[in-house]
Every structure is written in structure tokens, then in C-alpha cells.
């Protein structure tokens, strides 16, 4: 059989497109996805979790062997770590083990889209599909949606923990308003964070969101997984279908109309290259067979780059439910860094760094660069599916990156610091999601002893925490010596950056003149046929925003323009939007 539409990867985006390509009788989809499936009735409880911070410790949600270098070095000679870089391998992609942030980032991010090449994508032509994926439970009016597939909430007064209540009335009392809507009005101050989770209160993945069980039961639907692609396959130069494993062992060929390709980030310009579609010389030097040069495939690699600042919290105001989930509340600012538009700083206001004992008596400023401007690049290391690519972030290759990180644990550090924090905080320190954070994390007996063993010595300490944490949890150096030194304080970013598992751009629509551009503002890539991307390795720069909420508005446009093509009744979700809805109200 030839299908119309062969979706590679069932992540936020891939279950996405599938459902709504579907939706059509006369189209047969098949998706195929590496991971295992999660559906309605059989969804492990820590996926299901509206604590979000056990899945992506799972290995089995994981692809396991995947690292990356995330900071820049100092000279090109300098070692640079990698470490490991959760990317989600199962039906539902990233909105199966993300934090369930549910927000869409400034206007002016898609006005910037727009400006770069993809045209169509301006926040105006954008909107109207942000409001269609949602049911937003707590605000309505023009910015928002009733009637789409994800709920969205905010948490309320009965669950907000007291230390997240405390830093947002500490920062208002420092200038920062609390404000409500986090998808209102682009306007900094802190928010209730936005986030998805069913009226049970429990994740929303794309996968249970879209691929409901009245979806799954459409008969032109084919749902594949446990099996990665390994390349799309081409006639000349048009796709035809792609390689993958077959159920019992081998290989099987399927063949299509149109391959869509929706790995994400990071595997779907891998598996471009892997099929001929890249960068000529890297492509040529793995002995793959070139199908079209496009020296964009894999460039543009972009992500927030963040850094924490922690506090040992009292007894008294530690998060008691451990099922509650702990990215409670936002701080949005601006840093007035000259080149960077409003709201480019952002920091993830945590009841808790961690699901254990441990991270229980933690709180946490997470704070990332919310428009960055490093870009890296993910490279194959071989034309071989089971090896990993190389993925380098280069976070902090732009200076402007760096300095705003700095900017960012000094007003963190001072606002724990703050006065009115007093009784809700006690010593000070600088966090990071470090290798051997993320080892002790791991769930099992042995670190299980390690963190409870910790965590009475932490509680017994009495006078002597502070020199226990700078000793035993801190990476090596106590906030007091970041703050009065700037030099240490540069070291410390520097080593200690991370991301915020946001990869994206790494095939960036744009025009097909355009040397680094992979595809047109409808996904299709260029130089060759019947080939598409879909996911959000398409977006030319990174939004203000956690990426799942604006990756699934690019997977109901692009299915939308899928639907619509060679026909002249595309119409916008209804209710249609207003000009002036569009401009004054919704920007400075
Ligand atoms: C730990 C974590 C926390 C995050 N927190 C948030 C948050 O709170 N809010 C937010 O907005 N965003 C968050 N994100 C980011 C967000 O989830 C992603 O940006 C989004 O899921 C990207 O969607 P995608 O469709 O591009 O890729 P993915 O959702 O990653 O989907 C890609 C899918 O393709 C599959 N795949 C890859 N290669 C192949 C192949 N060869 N064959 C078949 N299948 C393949 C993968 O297994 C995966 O399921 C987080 C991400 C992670 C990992």
C-alpha cells in the first residue's frame, strides 16, 4: 500500500499532524514513531503525573545514549563535556515528559519569523491557531481559545506553596507586579505559570490530547511504534517512503506520497542527513549518497541557556504534596541588554529542584535567556541510525548570552536574598542540573540511601547547613563569592550553563534562495519532492516561550496547509481575529 502521508515521529507535533491529517477519510497516515505507545489506558503513572519530574528520568522515555555540549569554552583548545540531553522516545514526544509549561512566547517572536523568511508566520497569521489548540479554564476574551484540545490552567491558591507565593510578593515588592494571565498581554512581572493538564489534573500529551481512542480507531490511521526510522528513501529526487524496522526482524520498506518528518530538534535533521539532505562535504565524508545539498540541515541549533540560584527551605513552607507539580510561577523581565526585545529573560520560580527527599527541601530560581542568540549545530558522527549525532549548543558563544546569565543569578541571588524573604528561605546557593545532580536523581536503593542520609544531615545541621550545602551541594563555590567577584562569577556560567530542553531551528523555513533555509514557511523542503519537516527544528529563532505550545500551533498550520493545498477555502479557526485585537493590546 501507498500511503498519502508518512509521518516520521509521534512526538507533540507527529501525534498532531496524524490526528488532524486523518481527520480526512480519504487519506491514509501512517505514523510511525521509535518509542513506545502511551494511550488512554495504559499511560505508566509517572508520565501521567501533573509532577512532571520522574519521567524524563526514565530511560525508557529517553533516547538514553544521546549527550550534547552545551557551554562555550573560553579558547577553542579547552575541553568541552557533554552530557546527557533528555529527548523524549515515546508516542507523544516532549509533551509526554516535559514540565507542562503552556505558553506561546511575545508577538514580536513570530513577527521576527515573518522578518526572517518564513512568510505567513507573523504573530497576526499565528494567533488565531494558538487560540484553536487550547481551552484556556481561567481567562477568555481575544487572546484566547474555549474549545481546543488542550486544557490549559494555572495553579490555585490552595495548592501554590508558600515559597512561590513569597518570591512573587518579594519581587513585586522589588518592582516586578504580579501580573495574571502568563498568555495575556506581553508585559513583564511574574505570573501563575500556564499549564496543560486535564480536567482530572493530570499531563496532556499529544498523544492522549489528539490521538483520543475514537481517533485511533479511524481506519485510514496506521499507528507504528517501537520502530525508528532509519532514512527516507528517494526516486531521483522525490521521496517516496522510508526504511524501517520490520517486526520481526529486518527491514521493511514504506511507501508514500509525502514522508513528513517529525523527530524533533535534534533527530529529524539527523535522519535528513542520513537520507542524503545536508551538507554535501560532512555527508559525502560518511559515504552517503547525495540526494540535495542544503548546508542549513542541522545548523541554527538553538536553546535557552539557563542557570539556577537555590535556597534550603524552612520545614514550614516545603511543598507537601508530591504528586503537585513544582514550575509554579514565572518571573518575566526584561534585561534592557540594547539588541534584546522586551521579556527576553525569564526564570522558573520552583517549590522544589527535585522529586526526592533532597530536592523537596529545595527552592529554586531557575532563570534562561529567553530570547538567545548563540546558535550551535548538530552534526552525524556516522551514516550508521543506532549512533547518536553530535549536538553542540555553543550556549555563550554570544556574549550577550553570557552577560544577561550573569545579570540573571545577581538579581535571583539578591531577591533570595531580600529581607522579606525571611522565614521562607535560609542559605543561599548556586544550583546547576549537573551530571552528578542528574546521577543522584536516578531512582534506586543506593542513591535512595545517599539522598535520605543527606537529607537528615541537612535537617540536623542547625548552625552549620550553610558550610554542610557549600560543602556537600553546591558546585564547588557559595553565592557570597559570585556576587563579589565577577570573574568567578563569569567561571561559574560558563561551566555550569545547561539548557532547558528546548532544542529547535536546526531546519529553519525561510526561502528556498536563502543558502541555510531547509524548507518553505509550509514545511516542504527544498530541492527536492514529496519531502516535508514538520516539528519544531522549523523555527528560524527561538520564541520567549517554553517550545511545545508554539511546536503544536506549527503542526496544526502546517496539517492545515497540508489539507488546503492546490485549493482556494483555507479559512482561520473560527472565531476569526480582529485587526486591532492584534496590535495595540497585545504588545508594550
Ligand atoms: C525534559 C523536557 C522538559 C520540557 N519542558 C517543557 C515545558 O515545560 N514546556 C514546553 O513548552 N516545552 C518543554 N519542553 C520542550 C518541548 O516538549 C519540545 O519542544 C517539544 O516536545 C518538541 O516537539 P517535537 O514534535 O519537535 O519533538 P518531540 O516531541 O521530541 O518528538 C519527536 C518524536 O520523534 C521520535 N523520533 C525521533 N527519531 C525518530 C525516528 N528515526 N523514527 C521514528 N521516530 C523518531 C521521538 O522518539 C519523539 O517521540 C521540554 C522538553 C523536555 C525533553
Known amino acids: 500500500m501507498t500511503a498519502d502521508h508518512l509521518i516520521l515521529g509521534g512526538g507533540s507535533a507527529g501525534c498532531v499532524l496524524a490526528a488532524r491529517l486523518s481527520e480526512d477519510p480519504g487519506r491514509q497516515v501512517v505514523l510511525v514513531e521509535a518509542g513506545r505507545d502511551i494511550s488512554a489506558g495504559d499511560i505508566p503513572p509517572d508520565v501521567q503525573s501533573r509532577y512532571p519530574g520522574r519521567a524524563y528520568l526514565d530511560t525508557r522515555n529517553i533516547w538514553a545514549t544521546l549527550s550534547a555540549a552545551m557551554g ?47 512568510e505567513g508566520w507573523s504573530w497576526a497569521e499565528c494567533l488565531p491557531w494558538f ?3 487550547e481551552t484556556d479554564r481561567d481567562f477568555g476574551g481575544p487572546l484566547h481559545g474555549d474549545s481546543g484540545p488542550l486544557t490549559i490552567r494555572r495553579i490555585d491558591d490552595a495548592r501554590l506553596s508558600p515559597f ?12 516586578h507586579p504580579i501580573g495574571q494571565d502568563q498568555n495575556g498581554p506581553w508585559r513583564d512581572g511574574t505570573y501563575r505559570g500556564a499549564i496543560a493538564v486535564s480536567d482530572a489534573g493530570t499531563r496532556l500529551p499529544t498523544s492522549l490530547a489528539y490521538l483520543t481512542p475514537e481517533v485511533r480507531r479511524r481506519p485510514n490511521l496506521r499507528i507504528l511504534t517501537g520502530r525508528a526510522a532509519r532514512r527516507v528513501l528517494f526516486e531521483g529526487r522525490r521521496a ?11 527491514c521493511e520498506v514504506l511507501r508514500a506520497r509525502e514522508v513528513i518528518v517529525a523527530s524533533g530538534g535534534i533527530h529529524t535533521p539527523a535522519l535528513l542527513m542520513r537520507s542524503g539532505i545536508g551538507p554535501a562535504a560532512d555527508l559525502r565524508a560518511l559515504g552517503i549518497d547525495m540526494v540535495a545539498e542544503r548546508r542549513g540541515v542541522g545548523r541554527n541549533l538553538m536553546e535557552h541557556p539557563s542557570i ?15 504528586a503537585e507539580h513544582h514550575e509554579q510561577a514565572i518571573w518575566r523581565y526584561s534585561s534592557g541588554l540594547a539588541d534584546a526585545p522586551a521579556g527576553d529573560m525569564h526564570a522558573a520560580i520552583l517549590s522544589r529542584a527535585g522529586w526526592h527527599s533532597v530536592g523537596r527541601r529545595v527552592g529554586c ?15 552525524l558522527r556516522s551514516a550508521d541510525p543506532s549512533i547518536e549525532p553530535e549536538v553542540d549548543f555553543r550556549m555563550l558563544s554570544d556574549d550577550r548570552d553570557l552577560v544577561r546569565l550573569k545579570q540573571a543569578f545577581r538579581r ?16 543561599v546557593f548556586p544550583a546547576s542540573y549537573s551530571p552528578r545532580v542528574a546521577r543522584v536523581a536516578v531512582p534506586g536503593a543506593a542513591n535512595a540511601i545517599q539522598r535520605g542520609a543527606l537529607s537528615s544531615l ?21 553565592a557570597a563569592t559570585l556576587m563579589a567577584d565577577d570573574r568567578a562569577l563569569d567561571d561559574f556560567v560558563r561551566q555550569h550553563v545547561g539548557g532547558t530542553w528546548h532544542a529547535s531551528g536546526t531546519c529553519r523555513m525561510g526561502p528556498a534562495d536563502d543558502p541555510l533555509a531547509v524548507t518553505s514557511p509550509a514545511g516542504a523542503v527544498h530541492g527536492v519532492d514529496g519531502l516535508r519537516v514538520c516539528d519544531a527544528s522549523l523555527m528560524p529563532s527561538i520564541p520567549c516561550a517554553n517550545t511545545n505550545i508554539p511546536t503544536i500551533m506549527i503542526a496544526e498550520r502546517i496539517a492545515d496547509m497540508i489539507r488546503h493545498e492546490g485549493t482556494t477555502d483555507r479559512a482561520l479557526p473560527e472565531p476569526t481575529v480582529r485587526g486591532s485585537i492584534l496590535t495595540g493590546d497585545i504588545t508594550h
Open 458 to 478: 541537612l535537617d540536623l545541621a542547625g548552625p552549620w547547613r550553610g558550610a554542610l550545602i557549600d560543602g556537600v551541594m553546591a558546585p564547588g563555590v557559595t
Open 131 to 133: 487560540r484553536a489548540i
Open 240 to 250: 517516496v517512503g522510508a526504511e524501517i524496522p520490520a517486526a520481526g526482524g529486518g
Open 164 to 175: 512561590v507565593d513569597r518570591v512573587m510578593h518579594t519581587l513585586a515588592r522589588r518592582g
Open 308 to 322: 539556577a540560584v537555590a535556597t534550603y527551605l524552612p520545614r514550614a513552607v516545603r511543598e507537601r504534596n508530591p
Open 412 to 427: 535571583g541571588a539578591e531577591a533570595l536574598a531580600d529581607p522579606y524573604m525571611d522565614g521562607y528561605r535560609e542559605h
Open 72 to 118: 562555550h569554552a573560553r579558547s577553542n583548545d579547552a575541553p568541552r563535556p557533554t552530557r546527557r540531553y533528555e529527548q523524549a522516545r515515546l508516542l507523544g514526544g516532549g509533551s509526554a515528559i516535559n514540565a507542562l509549561m503552556a505558553n506561546r512566547g511575545a508577538p514580536s517572536d513570530y513577527d521576527e519569523w515573518a522578518a526572517l523568511g518564513a
Open 365 to 379: 530560581l531557575f532563570f534562561w535567556v529567553n530570547k538567545s542568540f548563540s546558535r550551535g549545530h548538530v552534526t
